[in-house]
Structures are given as structure tokens and as C-alpha cells.
């Protein structure tokens, strides 16, 4: 009985291990075939949006969505065996994730919360974990090369607030404004233009829940703009305090 116990704890661990990317024989290959799978959803839920697209190519995409929600509900399924607390994992942040990216099309209603799975691709960093972040650390004599790992998250959980920036003011604004925000992809420059604090004004939203929404990316935006800054200073800052640490040694 002892022996089946951690038989079955060996291979829950293993199954764990090559979800997360970390398992050396398939880990990588089944961790990137995911982080695939995410983005081809999100640029799928961003096509269906353009006007006019022939019935044929709206049924494809409505293929490409059954596939992806079945492998998604699959990889859900094996999280939930495999994960050492089960229960953990299901009210844990990405559980939570994971479970809206698939619910909404599974249950059919009306809500959609397919852009959710943009947040996903946050699990791409445990790909790079040990190849990057910890050489990283080793490297922090010069700052240039020291904030690299930092910025690439920065610029990928940048890209996913501009998806999901883009996403909401379509839904917003598209029934009032349906040229201006014709699309996401149409919705995507109103959204680099706020969030970089540019402001030009060419096109803004006029709705209450749009304005309402316009004012939460813009206090957003303040600390997006601000966390390179930083992150720069800081990583200059420390170099500049290890090289004259380095000149006190040596003397």
C-alpha cells in the first residue's frame, strides 16, 4: 500500500514537473507548446473582432477555439491531479485563471473571459527561471546586463495590459463608437496612446463605464511608465556602489 502511495506521489510530481516546464526530457517541449497554444488564443480573440471576415475564416476560428478550450481543459484536469494541494491550486491565482480561461466556453454563457488566458503567459518566466533569473544575479556588476531578466517581465506583463487595455475599451466603446473602435486590433493604438501618457486625443471614449475605465488605465499607466525608470536608477545606482566597493578592496 506504502508502495503504491508513493508510486502515485512519483508521478503526480513528474506530471508537475513537465506542466511547469521543468521537467528535462518534456518540460520544455510541453511548456512551450502551451504558452503557443495562449497566444495563438489571443490573437485569435482579437481577429474574430475585425468587420467583415468571411463566414469560412469565422468557422475556422471556431475550430481552433474547440481544440484549444479541449487541450486547455485537459491541462486544467492534469493540474488538478498532479498538484501536491489540490485545493490550493484551484483558489490559487493562476487555478483561478486557468478555470475562467476555459469556463466561459465551456458553460456556453454569455460572458467572455478569453482574453483571461493573455494572463497565462506569466507562466512562460518558469521556463526561464534557472537559465536566466539566477544568472542574472551573478551578473549584477554592470547594470545594463543586470536589469535584462527584470525588463524582459516588465515588457511581457506590459504586452499583456495593452492586450487586455485594447480588449476592455473595444467592449466599451465599440456599440457607440463602431469606427473608432472598429476592432481590437483597431483599439490597440487608443491604447498604447493612454497608456504611455501620450494623450493625442484623436480618439477617446465617450461612454460613463468607458471614461471610468479610461481613468484606472491612466493611474495604471503612471507606474508602467515609472518602473523602467526606476529599475534602471536603481540597477546604476548599485553598480556604482559595487565598483567602489571593488576600487576599496583592491586598494
Not at 486557468?98 to 469556463?103: F, G, K, R, V
Not at 518558469?126 to 525588463?151: H, T
Amino acid at each position: 500500500m506504502a508502495a503504491s502511495n508513493n508510486a502515485d506521489r512519483a508521478k503526480r510530481a513528474r506530471l508537475q514537473s513537465i506542466l511547469d516546464g521543468n521537467d528535462p526530457q518534456f518540460g520544455f517541449a510541453v511548456g512551450l507548446t502551451i504558452q503557443v497554444l495562449i497566444i495563438l488564443s489571443a490573437l485569435s480573440i482579437a481577429l474574430e473582432t475585425l468587420p467583415n471576415l468571411p463566414e469560412w475564416f469565422r468557422t475556422v476560428l471556431w475550430v481552433e477555439e474547440a481544440i484549444i478550450v479541449a487541450l486547455f481543459s485537459a491541462e486544467y484536469a492534469a493540474r488538478i491531479y498532479a498538484a501536491p494541494s489540490r485545493r490550493r491550486y484551484i483558489f490559487s491565482a493562476f487555478g483561478i485563471i486557468d478555470l475562467m480561461a476555459i469556463l466561459p466556453s465551456l458553460l456556453f454563457i454569455g460572458l467572455d473571459l478569453r482574453a483571461v488566458r493573455a494572463l497565462r503567459v506569466l507562466r512562460l518566466l518558469s521556463l526561464f527561471k534557472l537559465m536566466r533569473y539566477q544568472a542574472a544575479l551573478n551578473r549584477m556588476g554592470r547594470a545594463c546586463v543586470s536589469v535584462a531578466p527584470e525588463m524582459m517581465v516588465f515588457l511581457i506583463i506590459a504586452s499583456i495590459i495593452l492586450y487586455l487595455t485594447a480588449c476592455g475599451i473595444y467592449f466599451f466603446e465599440n456599440p457607440v463608437q463602431p469606427e473608432a473602435f472598429a476592432s481590437i486590433f483597431h483599439s490597440l493604438w487608443w491604447a498604447v496612446v493612454t497608456l504611455t501618457t501620450v494623450g493625442y486625443g484623436d480618439v477617446y471614449p465617450v461612454t460613463v463605464a468607458g471614461r471610468i475605465f479610461t481613468g484606472i488605465v491612466v493611474l495604471l499607466a503612471l507606474g508602467i511608465i515609472a518602473f523602467p525608470t526606476g529599475l534602471i536608477a536603481a540597477a546604476l545606482a548599485e553598480d556604482r556602489q559595487a565598483s567602489r566597493s571593488n576600487g576599496e578592496e583592491t586598494k
